[in-house]
């Protein structure tokens, strides 16, 4: 194999690895592709140009694959694949203090036997013991169970 060949394995390796470390990380196999070649051309390197070329190249190949990982391990450039964001948001609990049992509020759906009812200003989806009730009638909370309201119909 001539000198252009091993240059090209050389090259085409350190480009899987730099693929693998800067662009891709995670996938193994661009990297170990990388490696593979990176080997080969050592070891076609030894092999053809002898073993001072061959120590040449391997100094070169581990220098610039070092230097690769180097660049692309740094705390600088990991922070731009970590996210970062923190979630701040939470659901909305039927057992917060705005709704107690004994509340009244009108029916903006028709509950059969779920819909939402109006409370004051606050919307929430209810539920009734299994009764139909019509839009626009009057609910009486009678209890909450674990996240779901409970209605009845206010005669």
Not at 70 to 96: C, E, F, S
Request: no cysteine.
């Amino acid at each position: 194999m001539d000198w252009i060949s091993i240059a090209l394995l050389l090259f085409f390796g350190l480009l899987f690895l730099i693929a693998e470390v800067l662009f891709i990380p995670g996938t193994t196999v661009v990297g170990l592709a990388g490696f593979a070649l990176l080997a080969a051309g050592i070891w076609f390197g030894y092999r053809d140009l002898g073993s001072s070329a061959g120590h040449v190249t391997l100094i070169t190949a581990l220098v610039l694959a070092g230097v690769i990982i180097y660049i692309g391990l740094r705390p600088k450039n990991m922070a731009r694949l970590a996210l970062t964001d923190v979630n701040d948001g939470h659901v909305r609990d039927a057992r917060l203090p705005d709704v107690q049992p004994g509340a009244t509020g009108r029916a903006l759906s028709a509950l059969r036997p779920s819909g939402t009812v109006l409370f004051a200003e606050h919307r929430r989806e209810v539920v009734t013991r299994g009764e139909f009730v019509p839009t626009g009638a009057e609910v009486r909370v009678l209890r909450i169970e674990q996240n779901r309201i409970v209605v009845e119909a206010v005669s």
